[in-house]
């Protein structure tokens, strides 16, 4: 089903009428169009991801609102059950796009001295408002993932606000990367980039732990419009399409929100992600000293290297020490 703004009108009045809400367009639940549409400034060429102050900006309340950053804390509790049956219990941990810390703060609840990193000051709000809402200690920086080399080396992790959270080294046992968040990495050097930073954060015992959208999840984008939540004042759904040429997916990010005077406000992003093959990250571990442990599917099963590939992989790392 493709969805403009015609397909969109007819989408609402359907969702009012499932609610048992009056809709029409010469009454008071109308829809509004909010003024800021957000969007790649480069979309002629996107093979760019959007830009930092945008991507996830105007997003990141409605993502907070309708629960999406579960799926980090999941991700979380399946990080810290792999680590426990190694023997593993991290001391400090570091979680990149942490988003609005749906997987910072289930570390935080479980002891862990935890900084949460990411590249939107909306979301990184979101975190600090939850964090002293829940009062827990987390630290949340605003910040680029593919500075992270650059952050660890200008001692970013070892003073200021983060000073409480961490040893002298400014080390983490534990560096996290979820929500597909690999998968914003367009350009070509960006995934090595990223994972230099992981390696000169890591602590040498130290583990990295990072989920991907495979090309089996991408192969499912096919224009297809995805409703992702759906309540009472709220309805996001997500656009999806795929380049197999170059590996490139697009998200079309629209969502509808009634506010306090009954008007239905719409707003929109749209992401780029990149299809990263199995040989790409492994390779890239390998150019930064790192090593593959395990590869897990998002439930904790094993993936072995000649079993069919799922749409979605946990990749667990450590530092080679030959």
């Not at 080294?169 to 968040?181: E, L, N, Q």
Request: aromatic share 10%; with cysteine; proline share 3%.
């Amino acid at each position: 089903m493709k969805c403009g703004l015609s397909d969109e009108y007819a989408l609402l009045q359907a969702f009012c009428l499932r609610s048992g809400k009056a809709f029409s367009s010469s009454s008071s639940s109308v829809v509004y169009f909010i003024p800021y549409q957000w969007r790649n400034r480069t979309q002629g060429a996107p093979s760019h991801a959007m830009d930092a102050d945008q991507a996830y900006n105007a997003y990141a309340p409605i993502y907070d609102r309708t629960g999406q950053e579960r799926f980090g804390a999941h991700l979380a509790g399946l990080a810290l059950a792999w680590l426990r049956r190694r023997g593993k219990m991290p001391q400090r941990a570091l979680d990149l796009a942490c988003g609005t810390g749906g997987a910072t703060l289930v570390f935080a609840v479980a002891g862990i001295e935890t900084v949460g990193l990411d590249r939107s000051p909306a979301m990184v709000q979101i975190a600090r408002d939850r964090a002293r809402r829940a009062g827990l200690a987390a630290t949340f920086i605003e910040a680029d993932m593919r500075d992270l080399a650059d952050l660890v080396a200008a001692g970013a992790f070892q003073g200021g606000a983060a000073q409480r959270s961490l040893n002298h080294s400014g080390r983490f046992d534990m560096v996290t990367c979820f929500g597909d968040a690999i998968n914003y990495l367009t350009d070509d050097g960006d995934l090595s980039r990223v994972f230099a930073g992981i390696r000169r954060a890591l602590e040498p015992d130290g583990y990295a732990l990072f989920d991907v959208n495979t090309e089996a999840a991408f192969a499912r984008w096919d224009e297809r419009d995805l409703v992702i939540h759906e309540s009472d004042d709220c309805l996001v759904y997500h656009r999806l399409t795929y380049n197999p040429a170059t590996r490139l997916g697009r998200g079309r990010i629209v969502w509808l929100t009634r506010g306090d005077d009954n008007r239905w406000r719409r707003g929109e992003e749209t992401h780029i992600e990149r299809a990263w093959s199995d040989a790409a990250i492994r390779q890239a571990l390998a150019a930064n000293s790192l090593v593959l442990v395990e590869r897990l599917t998002a439930d904790g099963r094993i993936v072995a290297d000649d079993a069919p590939v799922p749409e979605r992989l946990v990749y667990s790392a450590t530092i080679d020490q030959l």
